[in-house]
């Protein structure tokens, strides 16, 4: 079974830094783009960024280009995302999902506050 | 980043059929058509369809999607209770090298 499990997820104040991590497994890792996704409090989804196969290659929204960081580690079937310089608008639960043309298959997500 | 086009809110009766929107630009829907995700309250988003009308295993045939240039359709038929849901759609843009969302569709089965 194709599992994807979010983690790292809390409180952090304006300005601090916190790294979520996704667990896979049911699947090979390693062939797969893979991406985080956003979703505000009531709001919509919102591709974050996204990470080729073998991590040679990534790509990010321009609202976190510069703050974020997108890694993998093959090897431990995880998938990162290192957030610094964080601001209230980056509150959400953030998803991990793998891209198989599309977003096909989710984590739970976690949520992350940015608050003072 | 510039996103895709639904409309907030659809409400349809029980066993009615609805018809869902989603309006992007030659480099996004256009280009290789639009996925549709599904996504109840609570709940991570669900894929329903891929590249314009391609079915993941296991999901019905009531959901079928289609594109007419720049718009992308998803269609339910026999709407039941369960079809309660936020529906947004996704695509890749070649321009922006990034990929961008609807702002979501809520369906309402009355």
């Known amino acids: 079974e194709v599992q994807l499990v979010e983690s790292g997820g809390g409180l952090v104040q304006p300005g601090g830094s916190l790294r979520l991590s996704c667990a896979a497994s049911g699947f090979p890792f390693s062939s797969y783009w893979m991406h985080w996704v956003r979703q505000a409090p009531g709001e919509g989804l919102v591709w974050v960024s996204g990470i080729d196969s073998d991590g040679s290659k990534t790509i990010y929204a321009d609202s976190v280009k510069g703050r974020f960081t997108i890694s993998r580690d093959n090897a431990k079937n995880t998938l990162y995302l290192q957030m610094n310089s964080q601001r209230a608008e980056d509150t959400a639960v953030y998803y991990c999902a793998r891209e198989d043309s599309a977003f096909d298959c989710w984590g739970q997500g976690t949520l992350v506050t940015v608050s003072s | ?110």
């Open chain 2, 1 to 110: 980043q510039a996103g895709l086009t639904q409309p907030p809110s659809v409400s349809k009766d029980l066993r009615q059929t609805a018809t869902l929107t989603c309006t992007g630009n030659s480099n996004n829907v256009g280009n290789q058509g639009a996925a549709w995700l599904q996504q109840h309250q609570g709940h991570p988003p669900k894929l329903l369809s891929y590249r314009t009308n391609n079915r993941p295993s296991g999901i019905s045939e009531r959901f079928s999607a289609s594109r007419s240039g720049n718009t992308a359709s998803l269609t339910i038929t026999g709407l039941q209770p369960e079809d309660e849901a936020d529906y947004y759609c996704s695509a890749w843009d070649r321009t922006l090298n990034a990929w961008v969302f609807g702002g979501g569709t809520k369906l309402t089965v009355l």
